[in-house]
């Protein structure tokens, strides 16, 4: 029996899809030069003065409508103050007492159970610039091209109690924000970040233990070990009779560890106060309204709707909403007449397999679910047989080309001729009467054997449902 119960809360941050920056209008480009996309404001000359992007409070007030919280009337900037060489202002603007929505939930569900997770606060924020060290330099440079590109910094409430549940809580807030297409979710490129602070207490104890907060968490597999080495650590700590430090800790994927990194600090350390070059926010409940009737299905509407309306599996439902593009194609190709399960199937395997090999999207790739459709329907009315048709697959995939004109032109046509496939399997038993006694003596597991000799000999044109009738018939 466990003696300790883990406590788990999750800060995100996740950059927006907005074109320029949040207080003035530089480009949020990823990857240009450095220091390319800077100006006097996010720079932080003296006496430049920010100007707030409207695209930013939509952003973040839609999430918000998303995930249940109060979308708050009023809403104030503050100035976090601290010194780091990225952030040139010495002072990062964010919003502290009064952010722009606040006390929302989403529900996962983790072996079979539903937790619902507590939002604390979502609110807008300023990113800093970033650091770049050179070992062979012996020197450290900084790129500004970040510094001032629009957050959402989106706070859990500790009610996570494992690294599952904070895995499936990711997911579900990276597929919200990628479903509302206001952040891309990328985790590598750093679009989608999270801090997990993470405290052990004794089971029934109802006050927290000490927490630490877990940094450099680039992926969900990154998130799930940090957390389950972290648990470990404070384990045996507690069991030795010790106390467990308030810290940051960096998480190292090389040596699947925690390291301390800095004490941790409380809001009062930043020293937040309102910003004075910022009037507060103002919105009016008929916008608020607006943005709530312009949100999209999100992931866990469409998960059930596909359940429901298409037949689907949980399991097939939930991996087929998991990215908005790829629910997006599986749905266009059932309506262009495509059975539910057999392009639920093909999507998964042979269309998720292609574009993990070409770096595509089913957003993106060639092979429009239209054609994914056309390709089916071809199987279903036996022009193809299954097998052809995962043999042509990847490269209807890497052209787009209508799979009927190419089944055609490449002469791919299943036969179904009785007379023609009748000369094909008289042809084979005659090759083979060693196994055509020994069928006949009781060894019915040869039939796979003489179908394969049939489908070689026609180069795996034959109708297998036709030549499977054929030998039953002739092998009696």
């Not at 697959?393 to 004109?405: I, Q, T």
Request: hydrophobic share 40%; charged share 25%.
């Amino acid at each position: 029996m466990a003696r300790y119960e883990t406590v788990i809360g999750v800060e995100v941050h996740a950059q927006l899809k907005t074109e320029s920056k949040i207080f003035c209008g530089c480009s949020t480009r990823f990857g240009d030069d450095p220091n390319e996309n800077v100006c006097p404001v996010c720079s932080g000359m003296p006496g430049v003065l920010p100007v707030l992007n409207a695209k930013v409070v939509e952003f973040a007030a839609k999430m918000g409508l998303a995930t249940d919280c109060t979308v708050n009337p009023v809403s104030v900037f503050a100035r976090k103050n601290y010194f780091y060489p990225d952030l040139p202002k010495g002072y990062q603007i964010s919003q502290f007492e009064q952010p722009i929505c606040e006390h929302g939930h989403i529900d996962v569900v983790v072996d079979g159970k539903t937790r619902r997770i507590g939002i604390t606060r979502i609110h807008m924020e300023e990113d800093a610039g970033k650091n770049i060290h050179s070992a062979a330099d012996n020197l450290s440079y900084v790129d500004l091209n970040r510094s001032c590109v629009p957050l959402l910094e989106i706070v859990s409430e500790p009610d996570m109690r494992s690294p599952e549940e904070v895995v499936a809580y990711l997911k579900a807030l990276r597929a919200i924000l990628v479903y509302l297409d206001i952040c891309d979710g990328n985790m590598e490129e750093g679009s989608f970040r999270c801090d997990a602070n993470v405290s052990l207490r004794p089971v029934g104890q109802e006050a927290f233990g000490t927490r630490a907060e877990l940094k450099n968490l680039n992926s969900f597999r990154h998130v799930q070990k940090a957390i389950e080495y972290e648990v470990e650590r404070q384990g045996d700590i507690l069991d030795d009779g010790g106390v467990v430090v308030q810290e940051t800790r960096l998480y190292d994927a090389a040596k699947n560890s925690t390291a301390s990194m800095r004490g941790k600090e409380e809001a009062n350390d930043y020293r937040y106060f309102p910003d004075p070059d910022l009037v507060p926010l103002h919105l009016d409940r008929d916008t608020i309204a607006r943005w709530g009737t312009e949100l999209p299905e999100l992931p866990a509407a469409r998960r059930e709707r596909f359940a429901t309306a298409f037949g689907l599996s949980d399991y097939d439902a939930d991996v087929l909403t998991a990215e908005r593009d790829m629910a997006d194609y599986f749905e266009a190709a059932v309506m262009a007449g495509a059975d539910p399960k057999k392009a639920a199937n093909w999507v998964q395997t042979e269309l998720l397999r292609e574009c993990h090999q070409s770096g595509a999207t089913p957003g993106t790739c060639k092979l429009s679910p239209e054609r994914l459709a056309g390709l089916l329907r071809l199987i279903d009315e036996g022009v193809i047989s299954g097998k052809i048709a995962k043999q042509i697959f990847p490269e209807l995939f890497a052209s787009g080309d209508d799979p009927a004109d190419y089944v055609r032109d490449k002469g791919l046509v299943q036969i179904s001729d009785t007379s023609a496939l009748e000369t094909a399997v008289d042809t084979v038993l005659a090759a083979n009467p060693a196994e055509v006694d020994a069928y006949r003596g009781g060894k019915t597991k040869l039939m796979g054997f003489f179908v394969g000799q049939v489908m070689k000999a026609t180069k795996g044109q034959a109708n297998p449902g036709l030549v499977n009738e054929l030998l039953r018939k002739k092998l009696g």
